[in-house]
């Protein structure tokens, strides 16, 4: 592994734990808990993973994760989530590494989430807003989060 996973302008470093997941978890709390029940989750630049966890442990039915990062995911994604959902088996679980734009291609077609979150993630994005907001909107339901 390299001394650091920062790419300056792409890619801030997944290994971090940003407290934009401890927002995203409050939020879920406070507006979205009922939503969580039997939902598909996507979670874009997912590190830690703690929204996700937190998803699952509230029924969520389905949780992906997806971080730029293969090696964030193998080394950090997968042991944490494996630590904390090993008594949740009813929910299944998926990773993704790489840019957003290929996201789309590595999900099964055709995929809809009830609920994709992200934290942090925009302003250093490669990619132009129009073209993610495209392509995260062509991945959630009509009426999802």
């Not at 790419?7 to 879920?28: H, M």
């Not at 734009?101 to 099964?108: E, G, K, T, V």
């Amino acid at each position: 592994m390299a001394a650091s996973d920062l790419q300056p302008g792409v890619y801030e470093g997944g290994f971090k734990l940003w407290e934009g997941s401890d927002d995203l978890i409050r939020c879920l709390q406070q507006h979205h808990v009922e939503r969580l029940k039997e939902a598909q989750v996507l979670e874009l630049g997912c590190g830690h993973g703690l929204p996700s966890i937190y998803a699952a442990k509230k029924g969520a039915k389905e949780v992906h994760l997806q971080d730029y990062n293969i090696e964030v995911i193998e080394q950090l994604t997968m042991p944490n989530v494996d630590a904390n959902l090993s008594t949740f088996p009813d929910c299944s679980v998926r990773y993704f590494a790489g840019d957003w734009r290929s996201l789309p291609q590595a999900l099964p077609a055709p995929r809809k989430y009830d609920i994709i979150l992200t934290a942090e993630t925009g302003e250093l994005v490669c990619l132009p807003f129009v073209q993610i907001s495209t392509t995260v909107r062509s991945m959630y339901l009509l009426g999802g989060v």
